[in-house]
């Protein structure tokens, strides 16, 4: 979306990420809210298979809408050099914009009475509805918080590298990945596992040949389950 908004509607690009990033929040809350609510409780096999049919069905639609063809988002800003090191203003861009996000989701979690209500709700939904915490409303808000920070992640990658529907795959994959690897029930757990996996990943690249830098990822998940299954910096009860 914001690709298009950009090269198609000469919207600005942060306009455009912003956009992207409301419809989404707004698209995810109601299926959230008036869909996958409605199994949420059901046994675990009828949520995966709602979520399984939902995954093939937008990323079919999306293909229809967007094509396979991929695309990037070329931001001509210029570049700065740091210790010999010439770096694009338009990804440094991106890597704020990730970490700001990064920041503002940990303050939403640790200082806000919605984060702590979605923490509660993640802990035990049974007693946060009798507290009167609205369970039905927290499971969409969360769902949307995660399609619009996914809204975000792609208008930064677009500017990183070309980018196509059908690498949802892959970014799940590396997804699941940095949580299990940082640890899950922590923000700055997902900072550490996506640095630890860039960088094995990089370096199996160089050491092993690009074909092995998954292989190099999911390699190390293995042993970080089996050493600490917590997580790098996650705690305990929340794996």
């Known amino acids: 979306m914001t690709i298009y908004c950009t090269l198609y509607l000469g919207v600005s690009p942060l306009i455009a990420a912003m956009i992207g990033c409301a419809v989404l929040f707004a698209f995810g809350y109601l299926v959230q809210r008036h869909l996958i609510n409605e199994v949420v409780t059901a046994p675990i096999f009828i949520s995966f298979t709602l979520t399984f049919g939902l ?56 200082h806000s009475q919605m984060g702590r209500a979605i923490i509660a709700v993640r802990m035990d939904h049974y007693a946060a509805r009798l507290l009167g915490i609205r369970v039905e409303h927290i499971y969409a808000i969360t769902f949307g918080i995660g399609a619009l920070m996914a809204a975000a992640a792609g208008a930064a990658m677009a500017v990183v590298f070309p980018i196509t529907p059908l690498l949802s795959g892959v970014f799940l994959g590396k997804a699941f990945v940095i949580c299990v690897l940082g640890g899950l029930g922590s923000v700055p757990g997902a900072l550490v596992g996506g640095l630890a996996l860039g960088l094995l990943e990089s370096f199996g690249a160089v050491v092993f040949g690009s074909q092995w830098s998954t292989t190099v990822g999911f390699a190390l998940i293995i042993l970080v389950l089996v050493v600490r299954p917590s997580g790098l910096v996650g705690r305990k009860g929340f794996e």
């Open 55 to 110: 995954d093939l069905l937008l990323n079919n639609a999306m293909i229809q809408a967007f094509t396979a063809t991929p695309r990037s988002l070329i931001l001509n800003y210029g570049s700065i050099t740091i210790f010999n090191v010439s770096l694009s203003i338009a990804r440094l861009g991106a890597m704020v914009l990730a970490l700001v996000l990064t920041g503002l989701l940990y303050w939403l979690l640790r």
